[in-house]
């Protein structure tokens, strides 16, 4: 849904991401989509001290998740180009789940 260059990331800075999904909803047989699924992705960071808010990803139509045996699943991550020998170090706080979100606005 979202690709930055690693060089553009902000970097030795705490990355706040606010994350809304609405799930795809499949049909019974798993490959009909009945609604496709919407994703909205919001960061907030610091940079030379001014606040920076972005909407990286704004209510994106597309398809997320699986309705399978194990139900649904996030997954997120900073990937890089397979030959970089540069090093790549990131934590995580705070992490929590959110309520259901039926209709993202």
Do not use: H
Not at 14 to 42: H, M, R
Not at 74 to 94: E, H, M, Q, W
Request: glycine share 8%; charged share 25%; hydrophobic share 35%.
């Amino acid at each position: 849904a979202y690709k930055m260059p690693f060089a553009c990331f902000p970097k030795d800075e705490w990355v706040t991401f606010t994350i809304k999904v609405q799930w795809t909803a499949y049909g019974a047989e798993k490959e009909s989509v009945v609604k496709p699924g919407v994703l909205d992705v919001n960061t907030n960071y610091k940079r030379n001290k001014k606040m920076i808010s972005e909407n990286i990803v704004k209510n994106a139509t597309l398809l997320i998740g699986r309705n399978d045996e194990m139900g649904y699943y996030f997954k997120f991550g900073i990937y890089r180009v397979g030959n970089s020998t540069v090093p790549v170090a990131y934590n995580l706080a705070g992490y929590k789940e959110g309520e259901t979100i039926n209709d993202v606005q």
